[in-house]
């Protein structure tokens, strides 16, 4: 994957990655979570927060006309409890086309 933006918000949300893979768009939300208690970091994108990436993306498409005709997709990567760099691999979830702008 290629990094094309990280961090873009609007007055609409943010969207913490947006990368290149093999000519697809990818609108990249990752979340953390620090404690269980308050749920998984998968609950956390709730049908609000799609709404919101979703809105958000659609406003990067149409500011960065050169990605319109891309396909895309949404992936979520989470990290829980116990996220150390020494072990990431082990605690990091990537969910890639997570959900659907549809």
């Known amino acids: 994957m290629r990094l094309i933006q990280r961090n873009?918000?609007?007055r609409l949300g943010e969207i913490d990655l947006i990368m290149e893979h093999q000519n697809t768009l990818v609108f990249?939300?990752?979340?953390?979570?620090?404690?269980?208690?308050?749920?998984?970091?998968?609950?956390?994108?709730?049908?609000?927060?799609?709404?919101k990436l979703i809105a958000t993306a659609r406003h990067?498409?149409?500011?960065?006309?050169d990605f319109r005709a891309w396909p895309g997709r949404f992936d979520v990567v989470c990290m829980g409890p116990g996220t150390d760099p020494a072990i990431i691999r082990d605690s990091l979830r990537w969910l890639p086309n997570a959900f659907q702008a549809g």
Do not use: D, F
């Open 8 to 10: 873009y918000h609007c």
């Open 28 to 51: 990249v939300e990752v979340r953390y979570r620090h404690r269980h208690c308050y749920g998984s970091a998968e609950e956390s994108i709730t049908p609000t927060k799609r709404r």
């Open 60 to 65: 990067y498409l149409l500011n960065h006309p």
